[in-house]
């Protein structure tokens, strides 16, 4: 087996490190149920992607700042990063709008989405949060493709 390269190693650590008191919708440690799944998707794609995956919510549910990424990352992982990054009172079609011109953030906000409704995650969420998560998947899927 080949190791993985080192901006995916790196992003691991820092994603690990910024979830590590964080857990998901059923209780499950965040970085483990949610961030492993989507890096998961996109295992086979880019250094860049599965970099992004790891560090996708760093920056929007973390203490994380935008100058720790880009001390450790090169400008278009953190670039995508902040693509997948909500901004408080932003629109979905803004948000979707900026996701869908980055091509890293695309990919991984599609694996992203994929990975909220999961049967094996939905069979432990509460029915209305599933309803929710599953309205998500639906709007962004049809968005960005």
Do not use: N
Not at 10 to 29: I, K, L, M, N, S
Not at 56 to 62: A, E, F, I
Not at 66 to 84: K, N
């Amino acid at each position: 087996m080949i190791p993985p390269p080192a901006d995916v190693l790196r992003a691991a650590e820092v994603a690990r490190a910024c979830h590590r008191w964080q857990a998901d919708h059923t209780g499950r440690p965040y970085f483990d149920a949610h961030v492993v799944d989507v890096h998961r998707r996109v295992a086979q794609e880019s250094t860049a992607v599965q970099a992004v995956a790891l560090l996708h919510d760093v920056l929007g549910s973390t203490d994380c700042a935008e100058i720790e990424l880009r001390r450790d990352f090169p400008p278009h992982v953190v670039a995508a990063v902040l693509a997948l990054t909500r901004r408080s009172g932003e629109p979905s079609s803004e948000y979707y709008a900026r996701v869908r011109a980055d091509p890293i953030a695309r990919a991984v906000k599609l694996a992203d989405l994929a990975a909220l409704t999961e049967p094996a995650r939905v069979a432990g969420l509460d029915e209305a949060t599933a309803a929710r998560l599953a309205a998500e998947q639906r709007a962004g899927t049809a968005v960005l493709h």
